[in-house]
Every structure is written in structure tokens, then in C-alpha cells.
């Protein structure tokens, strides 16, 4: 038996509203691309977008590549260390603090621990406040507060970490199974054994994975923020690119390169001992 033909104009008199939309609908994606090119195009004339200027750089580029071969430490190779060993105690203290401060809090932001919205709204409100900072503001600020040093870096981790922190708490203790929490509470259990042993042995292992990678990430954001004054290797790295020590600064991105690679495989590892775990449990 073969299918039967369909007729378009079957189609479109059973289908109205698909065939002939309102015109609003269908113009809707055209528009909206033509928005967006103007958009994108008069940004490119505003920032002064160049051609000729950009290819033009490649050559430099091209150059200071060339410079950097072969990275070379000097006899600055223990001052890099210790620079190296800076940042990632920045990284690893800043993350550890953020996450220590932040899981409280996201218990009072989560709606399945607070039903009450006149507390947990100024709450979620104030870690939105904090998360909308960039980590290299709050250096800046820190900075100028306790002076020139990793402690102004660990700072400035800790508080814009602890509201991303605070944000993905919360929304990780919401999606937590609630059978739990009712046979705990069924079970004549207070509210602080439901958070104790129905929410938090759910949680943990999800919050131990972001804390791992945002350790990862921070080890950058510390090499960033240490050029601004934040100690570690970035105040390094922003010193021999002054200077054109090109081959220092290559052998710099080289080590920095290195420690997050091996810090990802490491968390990688713990993740997934974690995960299995967990899935053992």
C-alpha cells in the first residue's frame, strides 16, 4: 500500500494558523537578525574595529613569538617556584574559605530549606550582588584595604567565590531527592537532622565537584589578579613583560600551563572517586 499524496492546499486549509501566521510571527527571526548584524556592525565601527591594523599586528606577533624561543628562566628559576607555589595557595585558600562561608548561606537561599520568600529573597539578592563583581574589582579593592600581597588575592577569591558559591549551593540542595528529608522527618527527626542527614549526604558530593574545578579556575584568576598587585606569579609575569624578557615570559606561561594541567588531572581523579563512591553508596 502506498502512502497517499498530500495536497498542499489540503494542508494548508486544515493548518491555518501554521501556513498563515500573523505577520508579527513571521517576521519576528528576520528582524531579529537584522538587529543583531546593526548591533554587531556599529559596534565594530565604534570600537574602532581595523583590518588593515590587525593584520598589520600579526607580524609583531609574529616577532615576540619568535622571541620566546626557547623559554628560558634565567637564574630566576626559585623566585618562579615560590611565585608558582603562591599562586596556587591563593587559588587552593581563597576557593577552600568561599565554599566553608558559602554553604550555610545557600542553605538559607534554598527554597526546599526556606519556604519563607521574605528571607530568602534578600539573601539570593545579596550573593547576586556579590557573584556581579569580577574577582579582578574585588583585588582592586582589597587591594587598597589590606595592602599590596597574596592575602589582598586571597581575599578577593574568597568574596567573588562565595557568591557563584552561594548561587550553585543552592540550586544543587533544591534539586536533592525530598524522600530523604520525609523519612527523616516521619522518623520523629528535627529540621537540622533533615539538613544533617537527608540534604547535606546528597549535596556533598556535587558541591566537592564544583569546589574542585573552581580550584582549577582560580589558579588562573590568581595568575590574573596577581598582576594587579596580588602577589604570586602573575606580579612576575607582568614584570618581564615590561621588561621583553619574552623568554622568562614564555617559560612563565609554560609553568603556569603545566599546574593547571595537573591540577585538572588531579580533580579530575578526585571527582571520580567521589562520583563512584557515591554510586557504591
Not at 599546574?259 to 553508596?281: C, E, P, T, W, Y
Amino acid at each position: 500500500m502506498t502512502p497517499r499524496e498530500v495536497d498542499p492546499r489540503e494542508m494548508r486549509a486544515r493548518y491555518p494558523d501554521v501556513f498563515d501566521g500573523p505577520a508579527s510571527a513571521r517576521l519576528a527571526t528576520p528582524a531579529m537578525i537584522v538587529a543583531a548584524f546593526a548591533i554587531l556592525t556599529y559596534g565594530l565601527v565604534d570600537l574602532d574595529f581595523s583590518p588593515s591594523r590587525f593584520f598589520a599586528g600579526l607580524s609583531q606577533l609574529g616577532w615576540i613569538s619568535l622571541m620566546m624561543i626557547p623559554p628560558d628562566p634565567g637564574s630566576s628559576l626559585p623566585v618562579y617556584l615560590k611565585a608558582l607555589g603562591e599562586t596556587l595557595s591563593i587559588a587552593l585558600l581563597g576557593t577552600t574559605l568561599a565554599a566553608v562561608f558559602a554553604l550555610p548561606v545557600s542553605l538559607l537561599a534554598a527554597r526546599n530549606v526556606i519556604p519563607s520568600q521574605i528571607v530568602r529573597f534578600p539573601v539570593r539578592r545579596f550573593l547576586d550582588s556579590i557573584r556581579g563583581v569580577d574577582t579582578l574589582i574585588w583585588a582592586l579593592v582589597w587591594i587598597n584595604v589590606v595592602g599590596l600581597g597574596p592575602f589582598a588575592g586571597v581575599l578577593a577569591i574568597a568574596v567573588s567565590d562565595f557568591g557563584a558559591f552561594g548561587k550553585l549551593f543552592s540550586e544543587a540542595i533544591e534539586g536533592a531527592d525530598q524522600k530523604q528529608v520525609e523519612g527523616i522527618r516521619a522518623s520523629g527527626g528535627s529540621a537540622l537532622h533533615e539538613i544533617r542527614f537527608g540534604l547535606l549526604p546528597q549535596v556533598l558530593p556535587v558541591i566537592a565537584g564544583q569546589v574542585l574545578y573552581f580550584i582549577e579556575s582560580n589558579t588562573r584568576s590568581a595568575t590574573i589578579i596577581g598582576i594587579v598587585g596580588a602577589g604570586g606569579i602573575g606580579l612576575q609575569l607582568a614584570e618581564q613583560i615590561r621588561v621583553l624578557e619574552w623568554q622568562r615570559v614564555s617559560f612563565l606561561i609554560l609553568m603556569i600551563l603545566v599546574a593547571v594541567a595537573a591540577i585538572d588531572f588531579i580533580s579530575g581523579k578526585l571527582r571520580f572517586a567521589i562520583i563512584g563512591r557515591r554510586a557504591v553508596a
